[in-house]
């Protein structure tokens, strides 16, 4: 039992890494896809923009990841750490699919709801402020959620680099006790932990931003 | 005050508005009737400026106001907020206080009292119509543009939006109502135009006739 609760511990000095990759790359799939989302908008740049999405989608992240950490030092000439490297590609990827998601959600609000604004004479800085993009939030919300369960899951990828996460620390006493049931079962734990709290928060979220309050 | 002359409006291949002129004097209500398709809503709409005419000119003096068949209200903010959020906008401390007075005594007026600090989702139809009338008065609209005021209303609701509307204009308020309903319009207006096919087809004066619908419906 003091060896389970040993493993358990030393597996979780991995959720600092997990939880650095998981910030960091939603902060970059969030600004650079709704970047990606505004020029979508903008008919020069629609075509450059389907094309960078489209490869994002259409290859595996192992690969961009490998791309990035082990072709950038040939190419560039500067060795990324492996947090970096992990946070650049996971963020890039993830941008592709949070520009898909801000673009169906602007899209989602009647024009109507534009043409209001505009009748009432509200500038167009404080309609997307105050009247667009608060409803968008609030429709996105569970797509955005699903994202982010997503990017934790997909930070487990880290490992293949050596990033010493709670995948690679598993691994690691797995092979140390030759046996990975239990370590593995260990980092199952941790992953479904978290998930369960961002679900958590997302669904408290939801209901602190529902319109129907009486 | 407000003149169309020769407006036209073409979308792909289909006229939607066919040299349509007409003047509605200041806190006169004119009444649009016509079939779905005639362009009564793209005549609303290229008033406001959401459309831009292919031809012709359109002249309207001061603010112009469109109440949405929908109503539009913003769902994130409740009837108050949607009331001041526009006005406030060029006010401060003690203007928004005014605001604020000014947004409850309406609604008030309008029997939504009770209803400040409801969102648009818990409202009625007919409470949802009267909030964004409200809205819309808040701005001081010289024109207020009406589509479909009295869709999906029942007849107690109607008597209601009449009442209202009238109290509007006598506020000095010059309104364009677009309606199917063809006895709603002709208790309400100066004047009634009916629309086919983008063109003007017959302009009448209610009170002139003992049974203005059943004349209307004669050309539709």
Redesign the interface.
Same mark, same amino acid.
Request: glycine fraction near 10%; hydrophobic fraction near 30%; avoid cysteine.
């Given at each position: 039992m003091s060896n389970f609760f040993s493993s358990f511990l030393l597996i979780g000095t991995g959720l600092a890494l997990t939880l650095k990759l998981l910030f960091g790359c939603f902060i970059i799939g969030l600004s650079l896809g709704t970047l990606l989302a505004i020029l979508k908008f903008c008919k020069i740049c629609v075509h450059v923009i389907d094309l960078f999405v489209s490869f994002l989608r259409g290859t595996p992240l192992l690969l961009q990841l490998s791309l990035i950490y082990f072709s950038v030092p040939g190419i560039f000439g500067v060795q990324l750490s492996v947090l970096s490297a992990g946070i650049i590609a996971f963020g890039i990827n993830s941008s592709a699919y949070i520009a898909e998601i801000l673009r169906a959600g602007i899209e989602s609000i009647?024009n109507?709801?534009f043409? $209001?604004a +505009?009748?009432?004479? +509200? %500038?167009k800085n404080?309609m997307w402020r105050? +009247?667009i993009m %608060?409803?968008v939030v =609030?429709n996105i919300l569970p797509a955005l959620i699903n994202e982010i369960v997503d990017l934790l899951k997909e930070t487990a990828l880290i490992a293949t680099i050596g990033g010493m996460d709670i995948m690679r620390y598993s691994q690691i006493v797995g092979a140390a006790q030759f046996n990975y049931f239990a370590p593995l079962c260990i980092a199952a734990i941790y992953y479904y932990v978290l998930v369960s709290l961002i679900t958590w928060i997302s669904r408290l979220i939801e209901r602190r931003?529902s319109?129907? =309050? $009486? | 005050m407000l003149k169309l002359k020769e407006v036209s409006k073409v979308f792909g291949e289909v006229v939607v508005l066919d040299h349509v002129s007409l003047s509605v004097a200041k806190s006169g209500i004119l009444g649009l009737a016509g079939a779905s398709g005639s362009g009564k809503s793209t005549l609303l709409r290229c008033v406001q400026g959401f459309e831009k005419p292919d031809s012709g000119e359109i002249e309207c003096n001061g603010r112009v106001c469109f109440i949405f068949q929908d109503f539009q209200l913003f769902p994130h903010m409740n009837v108050l907020q949607n009331l001041v959020y526009a006005p406030d906008l060029k006010a401060d401390g003690s203007a928004r206080q005014k605001n604020e007075e000014k947004a409850l005594a309406l609604l008030k007026s309008l029997g939504l009292g009770d209803k400040a600090n409801s969102f648009p989702a818990l409202l009625s139809g007919g409470q949802k119509q009267r909030a964004a009338l409200a809205r819309s008065l808040m701005i001081d609209p010289d024109i207020i543009l009406c589509d479909e005021p009295t869709s999906g209303l029942d007849v107690m609701s109607i008597a209601d939006v009449i009442s209202l509307l009238r109290e509007v204009r006598s506020r000095g308020v010059t309104m364009v109502i677009a309606s199917h309903d063809l006895g709603f319009l002709t208790e309400i207006s100066e004047k009634v135009i009916l629309l086919k096919n983008g063109r003007i087809v017959v302009e009448i004066d209610p009170k002139q006739h003992d049974d203005p619908s059943k004349l209307l419906t004669q050309y539709y």
């Open positions: 009647p109507g709801q043409e $209001a +505009i009748s009432l004479g +509200i %500038p404080r105050d +009247i %608060p409803q =609030k931003t319109y129907v =309050k $009486a | -």
